[in-house]
């Protein structure tokens, strides 16, 4: 009971320390300001509101945000493991094109692809790791599993963990199926970092296969400098990361002096 009452706070202040939660309480800042007078401190915080939101919708900004994160590890060039593990990163819950059945989402789905490559080169057993954040809703993992089936994957082949609501839960229990065995883990190039370092907490040897990356490494263009919801949106995934980061080593480093 305590975990979960734990989970959902941080949850939920999690929500308003990244974009758009962040932006959204600048603007209550803001209009509390404005309600008790103190116009020059909510026109500053209205300007620094909206620059920031411009800059945080630019490309430019986006890749400098993910760049760190994406560059961190490279995609190898063969694979070594026992088990092949997929992090899950979403699910549309009813989809009409799958008859109302869950379906992976963009992410999940990018993440699935490079476990099929991989799964076709080593064939080894998949994880996928994922479980129930809403209710009345199938696990991810069920999801993941169900999609890699319809690729061609054994149903034998793949490992469900369907109880992990974050990250460190997916640690948590990968280590229970694998234990000392050396894995193979894939997530999105940008989470790759936050994840190697909690898995390798958990004692778990990992060799990191990123996938779904978002730099698209062209040159910059006019569009490159307008505003785009898609460019916001991977600005706010790189900070949400920085943020687990830290979130980490200062758990990290509590349990240490503990």
Known sequence: MLYKLIFFISKTIGYFLVPPGFIVLLLIITLLLLFLKKLRAAKILLIFTLFLTY???????????????????????????????????????HSKAFTNKPAPSC??????????????????????????????????????????????????????????????ENALFVKR????????????????????????????KAQPVPADYRIYHTSYGYYSFVPHIGYFRD???????????????LIERFFKKV
């Open 55 to 93: 800059l945080l919708s630019i490309e430019p900004v986006k890749d400098m945000l993910l760049n760190p994160l994406e560059n961190r590890f490279n995609f190898p060039q063969s694979f070594s493991c026992n088990y092949i593990v997929v992090l899950g990163g979403g699910q549309i819950y």
């Open 177 to 204: 199926i694998v234990k000392h065995s050396k894995i193979c883990l894939i997530t999105s190039a940008y989470h790759m970092p936050r994840s190697m370092l909690i898995f390798k907490s958990f004692g778990i």
């Open 107 to 168: 992410s999940t789905l990018k993440r699935l692809i490079v476990a099929l490559k991989v799964y076709k080169s080593i064939k080894k057993p998949i994880i996928v790791s994922g479980g129930l954040l809403r209710q009345n809703a199938y696990p991810e993992a069920y999801t993941m599993k169900n999609f890699l089936v319809r690729l061609g994957v054994g149903g034998n082949m793949i490992i469900e963990d369907n109880k992990s609501k974050n990250t460190f």
């Open 235 to 249: 600005s706010s995934i790189a900070i949400k990361e920085y943020i687990g980061i830290a979130y980490f080593y």
